[in-house]
């Protein structure tokens, strides 16, 4: 099982050809307050940079946009209840999607945990 | 706008006390503290919060029959003004739109006006250009902080007893730790406050005096969106402009009597037309039912599917407990009650027409 981290500060963690997406806490600590979370059904189709859901904040939405190809497994439904849960564990419990990859070569253009640190600063 | 964003005299508190800065209006405002806004939010409905709001701008005006000129350039009776007293209003235009929006107090040997950062360099040459024989000035050495909450009375009335005695709309000189300051019984969030008026090199330290209360927290731009949309504020450049007229806007209230039926400000001919048979759109207060919040530009269809309007402002609410707005929506729509639609993101999310505000107001009257 490794992790992955995109520049929309996601991460991605792979087992075979399934992987689950997140928010990283620097994202999360970076949107604040979370008060709503909008995700795709089950079995929806997407592409890398595909829109795939929609963050609010008190103030403000911001887009999920997919890492990667793929198909959605799962969408954490907990996440419909309790939005504020994403900001207590965005790399925990409050994952955002169970994916099936598409395209697992794509996995090469994302950083590695040195590498998004890097990024953030 | 290429100009170096501009610090308020805060600017150093802002940053030791962990403020996230953002730009607002050409100033590096903090947009929330460590605390969040949903906690910043909550903290000046429930205690008391600090804000700065030394970007907007103060101005004096110094000469004869200063409230009876103002007349001329805004809808509201600012000749009758008692001294010590202040009163909401906005500058409109020829067309009946809105200016700015402002609060003019009369101090005595002078009027004291605020009006938004944003609009400064528009506001203090059309009051140059237009009140004759009135001396305008801006005031640059100054800050300006908002304390404001159930606990703000204690939190200014431990450090300034006189604050205690003043009721809603008041405004006074008087001694804050030791500083003379301009106090003002009003604010911006719905709940009781002042608005304090204080020498730039003393501001930090009565600033401190105000946050060692234990009631009292600071709080950034965020959460004084989120509490004065609650409380069914407008906010200009959002829910009010150049365009939209204070009947529009469900303003009416702001305009005396005297004034709707005299006229005599710019822009009376649409203002009085729209009194008598009621303008082309009105603002409202618009629920989603959902948890959706719906954001500036969504467009609201009534349940038949046509577009009726638009939401001007929209948070999620943390008293009120989810997501509110506000929006114009078209002549024949708009009553209490009534179900719309919101299209958010393409699709429709039911909402219904509510009056305003989301959260009680609880001034000291």
Redesign the interface.
Known sequence: MSTYYSEDHEWITVEGDTATIGITQHAADQL??V??V?MKEPDDEFEKGDDIG?I??????SEIYAPLDGVIVEANEAL?DN?GALNESPEGDSWIYKIKLSDSSQLEDLMDADGYKALIG | MTDAPKRTPLYDLHVELGGKIVDFAGWEMPVQYPMGIMGEHKHCREKAALFDVSHMGQVILRGENVGEKLEGLCPQAYATLKEGKARYGFFTNAEGGIMDDLIVSNAGDHFFVVVNAALRHQDIPHMKANLDGVEVTEIFDRALVAVQGPKAEDVVGELCPAAREMKFMETIVADIAGVECRISRLGYTGEDGYEISIPEDKAIEVSRAFLAHDDCEPAGLGARDSLRLEAGLCLYGNDIDQSTSPIEASLSWAIQKRRKEEGGFPGAERVQRELAQGAARKLVGIKPEGRAPARTGVEVQCTEGNAIGEITSGVFGPTFGGPVAMGYVSAGHGEPGEKVNLIIRGKPQAAEIVSLPFVQQNYKR
């Open positions: 604040g307050d008060v709503f909008e929609v609010e904040s008190v103030k403000a939405a419909a939005p």
